[in-house]
């Protein structure tokens, strides 16, 4: 058996997905969200079986599925599950025709401890606990997830498999600030980067559509949602990425400022009297796209910029003036690119932005096809000029199934060990 129970676990909300990884078949999918907010809301689809491709669940092309929507008080985590195993026993599939032989956890933050896919005990709890401090936002809601998990499926093994982890490869040039040494060491201050399964999916993914060895091919991964991060992979290796102790670091987000001048922290402190949780309000919450233009969806912002909106011309092009500083400087990290793979919602589905973000590169080999570049499509395309020396690609990602492959892996390899 191979299917694997993928777990992500947020602070008031809990996505799952059941997938038949030898298969290559989702059989089901839920969010439940609104967790300890008086009424929560529970959707689960379940899905004749159809192939994963990379895709989310509705566009997986699944020959039929069987949807479900309820709202009812869920008052924690536990009751959180309580509630998918509801769902699961009423609309299927029958967790006893298909039970998961492991749940995978989706864990956003391993410090530099963790370096692989981790069967879970209780001194990794601890771990995870302990990392809290750097993802207070996520770890704490993680480990929330796990608890519930293990008391609902005590018979199997539970992997956590971290967002980090795939830039534990990054080198010390790379992953370290220059501030007190001293500092750094006693604080934990260093890059660690995040969206890690992603980067490690659609990475792999383009390696295997250019027909050419994963260890051969230099690449940048795009990976642009509500959050946003770029990572230049060598030979499958991390070597460098824009996120840094935090997610906030690095390209505009829907709502996060990334890169700034630290200076104005102090200044807004000074001159405004904005205390410590007002700046980090201010930074991840009112920042980016929102802050600039009032939205954080970057359909909005494409609409109103068609309209000649001004606020959201200059959202763009402050977007996309970063993620093209970005693009340049790993290249030249690099010294050569082969590949560049645009994922996650605005990287597959906003061509404007892909377009301007590489506009005027073709010195370095990089040619896009405004026709390739505008078709819509659920599966991985090329949208570069047959010319073009350096393939970009429109690479849907699936961070779900990464986890259930990394999980099974761990599970029928024995536990995996921990870093320092």
Known sequence: ??????????????KYRLI???????????????????????????????PVDGSELASTGPASSSESTRELPIRDHTAAFQVMLEAFAEHGPSLEE???????????????????????TDLVKINIDDLSELAPLH?????????????????????????????????PAAYTYAIDADVAEKYRVRRYGFHGISHKYVSEQAAEFIGRPLAAVKQ????????ASITAVDGGRSVETSMGLTPLE????????????????????????????????????RSGLVGLSGTRDMRDVLERRGRGDEAATLAFDVYVHRLKGYVGAYYAQLGRVDVISFTAGVGENAAPVRAAALAGLERLGIEIDAERNAERSDGIRRISTDASE??????????????????LAVVEAGPPGAGS
């Open 1 to 14: 058996m191979s299917v694997i129970l993928v777990i992500n676990s947020g602070s008031s909300s809990l």
């Open 20 to 50: 038949d990884v030898a298969a290559g078949e989702t059989l089901a999918s839920g969010l439940i969200e609104r967790i300890g907010e008086g009424t929560g809301r529970a959707a689960h689809t379940a899905a004749s079986p159809g």
């Open 98 to 120: 298909h039970p998961p032989v492991a749940i995978g956890h989706r864990v956003v933050h391993g410090g530099k401890r963790f370096f692989e896919p981790t069967i879970i």
């Open 139 to 171: 770890n704490p809601a993680n480990l929330q997830g796990i608890e519930a998990a293990q008391t609902m499926f005590p018979g199997v093994p539970h992997v956590a498999v971290f967002d980090t982890a795939f830039h534990q490869t990054l080198p």
């Open 220 to 227: 940048l991964v795009l990976h642009l949602g509500n959050g």
């Open 250 to 285: 690095g390209l505009v987000m829907g709502s996060r400022s990334g890169d700034l001048d630290p200076a104005v922290l102090f200044h807004l402190h000074r001159k405004a009297g904005l205390s410590f949780d007002e700046l980090d309000t201010l930074l991840n919450s």
């Open 390 to 407: 350096v393939t970009v690609l429109v690479v849907p990602t699936d961070e779900e199934l990464e986890i259930a492959r990394e999980t």
